[in-house]
Every structure is written in structure tokens, then in C-alpha cells.
């Protein structure tokens, strides 16, 4: 294939052609017979999206989910409308809710929810992914003939219905399937997303088998580096899709002995792989840096969220040599709740971009999707303007150049120091914007994307002319 008229970085139009899913010439090209071809007309050519922090199996789920927090939801009576609408709609069997933060009407239990619904059984799961409420009759099917499991809160002898940690019990206990990607890697696909690290804690050899089957199905067309539990192996990946870091997810509330992480950060740096360790409060961080420090650093291994971080945790990230993956989004998604619940001298602490630059800390960037929007375009804009959803600014000295937004998620997913380019002999992972990138900067969030092509294949097609 041929494409025709594109700009590439740098600000030239050249023309660029697809071989064996490769960029085999770039320049002024002449069409060979019998090739396809398209216009480009202008529009900037990039290498396709890295999204380097995902959960596609929980993104499928919340597709099928009911939004209950911020900012579709931001009230008790939203929260009602929205469930009631819902349970009218799907008619019969589980309820799913998603995104719920207890600025909407506080920390949910089974009476509350019974008060909507106590004929159907309700699971919402809270914004940061660790808890469950359930309403009465999810607990009774989901108890019935099984051990409650620890994480289930129990007052004065009674459930709760707020279940802590408690996905590997809940995924037992539904006996679910796990969904398909169909609707995600088209989803990813429009925005220019042609690769992703899926990086769930809990990732095994089951759910890599199935994201095996969904790449050969041609439902998830976006190659993948899967992280998970230590006991992946290289032998669990199929075509398309790379071994990752092993994840490493810190509770504050319940931080592992010392001497325990640090011998499973060595006990997989002796198995070749890296780690990445889910921080999200100062504790967290400076416990992971310490127990990292102990074991010894790995080239490669990453902090993830790095939520709130100190000048002194910059400090020692980059004296490790270790990479941040960042969720810029999160200021404007969830910016104004962390005003009011976040101390005013932490404000400026959180989700920092500029500060790791400077110190010369890899960053990158990644969705968290369905915890946070999936769009990269619309994190892109937000690491430049640093805006909450009510239009203030958090951190202005955090934002990032459109340049240096758009390169979060073009690094190379095995070595996110380095960045990745259209050029000859490199993978035909594409990404045709809608206009130049002069235009492309100055509105991220607007972007559209023409065509995204993966291993030279084209996987969405906006482009209003037929192959030439």
C-alpha cells in the first residue's frame, strides 16, 4: 500500500509505502501497478499509540456497566435515576455499576442499595478498583454454598455488602466468562491505539490464552505486552503479544512485610523480568522506592500512577533509573474531587509530569481504562492545560508542550526510553491524523484520527476516498 501526501514529524510531506507489514520507502513515490493507495492530504503520520497502562478486560465489562460516579453522576438522586433506568432497560439478572466514588452519596452498603433494587442482584464497583458494593440479594446467590471471603466487611455480625480485594473471590463465585475485546479494539483503534500493556495484577496463563484467542479471532487487533503475576512466562504469549513486567499492587492500609516485596521485586528480576508497582498515595511510593533501593534496580522496571510525589521521591526515582507511567486525564476527570479531598500543599503533588522531565525520569503514559477515560487525545490535552472538568487549573507548573504530551505515548513499550518514529525498515503501527500537527497542537482533545494501520493492516478507515 501507498500512502500518499502525508506530513511526517518534522513539518515534510513525503509519500510512504507498506510491505510485509513494514514501512519499506518513504520520499516522492510513484504508484506500482496493481497497488493500493490513498491521500493522506496533509494529515501528520505518526507511529500508531502506545497506551502503556490498561485493563482491557475490565474496559470490555464496563462497556456493558452502568456509570455511577463523577461527572455522570454526581448526586444520590443521579445515582438512583441512573440504576433505575438501567434495571428498567436490562430487564433481568446482575446489575453492573461502575466508577462510584463516595463523594456521591457517601460509602454505599446492601441496605442503601436494597432501598433501589432488593429484587435484582446489584455489584458497583468503586473508582479506584478495589471495592465492591453489593445489595442484599447479590450477597445471598453469591454466599450461597460458599466460605465468605476475607475481604468481605462484616459489622456486628452482619454484612455489610462492601467487599475490599475481593476480585479473584467475585470472579469465582459468577463463574463469568471472560468477555470479548470486539468493542474495545475497535474503540482504541478509532483513537489511533495500535499496542497496549494490559497490566492487571491478576493476569495469569488463563487470561492470556484468551487474549491469544481474541488476537487470532481479529476481535483485539492492538498487539499487547501482558503483565500480571509473576508465574507468566514467555511460553503463555502467543503472536502479537510480549511478555510484561510482573505487577505489584501496594495497599496502604495493608502494606506487605518489607522483606516480602523486596524478595518478590528479586525473585523477578531473577526470572528477567522487570516489576511495576501501583503507587497511588506518598507511603506507597516511598515504601516501593525503599524496598526497590533494597533489592536492587532493574533497567526497566516502573512506577505506576506515581499519584503523589514529593521532590524528594522525584529525586530518588531518578537516582534508581526508574520510569513513571503517568494518567495526565486524571486532573481533568477527577481533578475537583481532589480538591476537596486532597490537602491544599499535596495539590500540587499530584499526578507530576514537568518535575520527572526535568530530573530526567522516563515517562509515559497510560489510560487506566475503564478507571479513567481511554481516549489518549483527550490525556494529551490535559497534561497541556493541567484543567479540572470546572475549568481550574491544578499544577500549572506540571504541564507538558504538545510535543512532549504527544511522546507519552509514543515510547517503545520494551524500553520506554526510547521513542519510536516513522521511518524504514520500522513496523507499519500507523496513525493518520485528520490535519497537520501546526492545527493538531493547538487542540489535542479535537484530534481526529483518518486511518490507524497495525502490522500494515488497516484496522480503521475514516479516509472519505476509496484505495486507489
Known amino acids: 500500500m501507498l500512502i500518499r501526501g502525508a506530513e511526517l514529524e518534522g513539518g515534510r510531506l513525503a509519500d510512504l509505502r507498506i510491505e510485509n507489514g513494514r514501512v519499506v520507502a518513504i520520499g516522492q513515490l510513484s504508484s506500482a501497478a496493481g497497488e493500493a493507495s490513498i491521500d493522506a492530504r496533509g494529515g501528520l503520520l505518526l507511529p500508531g499509540l502506545h497506551d502503556h497502562h490498561i485493563h482491557v478486560a475490565a474496559l470490555a465489562a464496563a462497556a456493558a456497566s452502568v456509570q455511577c460516579g463523577p461527572p455522570h453522576v454526581a448526586s444520590l438522586d443521579a445515582l438512583i435515576a441512573a440504576l433505575t433506568a438501567a434495571l428498567r432497560i436490562s430487564g433481568t439478572g446482575w446489575l453492573r455499576g461502575i466508577g462510584y466514588h463516595q463523594s456521591v452519596a457517601g460509602m454505599l452498603d446492601a441496605g442503601m442499595l436494597d432501598t433501589i433494587a432488593a429484587d435484582r442482584p446489584i455489584r458497583i464497583q468503586h473508582r479506584g ?25 462484616r459489622v456486628d455480625g452482619r454484612f455489610t455488602g462492601r467487599l475490599f480485594e475481593g ?83 501496594l495497599h496502604e492500609a495493608a502494606l506487605p512485610a518489607f522483606d516480602d516485596i523486596v524478595h518478590s521485586i528479586r525473585e523477578a528480576h531473577d526470572r528477567g523480568r522487570t516489576v511495576a508497582v501501583h503507587c497511588v498515595t506518598e507511603v506507597e511510593l516511598v515504601f516501593t522506592l525503599a524496598a526497590i533501593d533494597e533489592a536492587g534496580a532493574m533497567r526497566g522496571d516502573r512506577i505506576e500512577h506515581a499519584s503523589i510525589a514529593p521532590d524528594t521521591a522525584v529525586t530518588e526515582i531518578a537516582r534508581l533509573g526508574l520510569a513513571v507511567v503517568s494518567q495526565p486525564h486524571f486532573i481533568a476527570e477527577r481533578g475537583d474531587a481532589y480538591r476537596d479531598s486532597v490537602a491544599p500543599e499535596e495539590q500540587l503533588l499530584l499526578y507530576r509530569l514537568r518535575a520527572f522531565l526535568d530530573a530526567g525520569v522516563t515517562l509515559a503514559g497510560g489510560s487506566d481504562a475503564p478507571f479513567g ?63 497537520r500537527w501546526a492545527r493538531a497542537r493547538d487542540d489535542l482533545a479535537s484530534v481526529g484520527v483518518q486511518g490507524t494501520w497495525i502490522d500494515g493492516r488497516r484496522v480503521h478507515d475514516r479516509i472519505d476516498q476509496p484505495p486507489a
Open 373 to 435: 477515560g481511554a481516549d489518549p487525545w483527550m490525556s494529551m490535552a490535559a497534561a497541556v492545560s493541567r484543567q479540572t472538568h470546572s475549568g481550574t487549573t491544578i499544577g500549572a507548573g506540571e504541564a507538558l508542550t504538545p510535543e512532549q504530551a504527544l511522546d507519552l505515548y509514543l515510547a517503545a513499550p520494551d524500553d520506554l526510553r526510547r521513542r519510536r518514529h516513522v521511518e524504514i525498515g520500522a513496523p507499519a503501527d500507523l496513525c493518520l491524523l485528520d490535519r
Open 129 to 153: 478498583g478495589r471495592m465492591w458494593f453489593l445489595n442484599s440479594m447479590a450477597l445471598d446467590l453469591l454466599l450461597a454454598g460458599r466460605s465468605a471471603p476475607q475481604g468481605l466487611e
Open 167 to 249: 476480585d479473584v473471590w467475585l470472579k469465582t463465585a459468577l463463574a463469568g466468562r471472560l468477555p470479548s475485546f470486539a468493542k474495545i479494539g475497535t474503540m482504541l483503534a478509532a483513537r489511533g491505539v495500535t499496542g497496549l500493556t494490559e497490566i492487571s495484577p491478576a493476569n495469569d496463563s488463563v487470561i492470556a490464552r484468551h487474549f491469544a484467542a481474541e488476537r487470532a479471532n481479529g476481535n483485539l487487533p492492538q498487539t499487547v505486552m501482558l503483565a500480571g503475576r509473576s508465574a507468566l512466562c514467555r511460553d503463555d504469549m502467543a503472536d502479537g503479544m510480549t511478555l510484561g513486567p510482573v505487577k505489584l499492587h
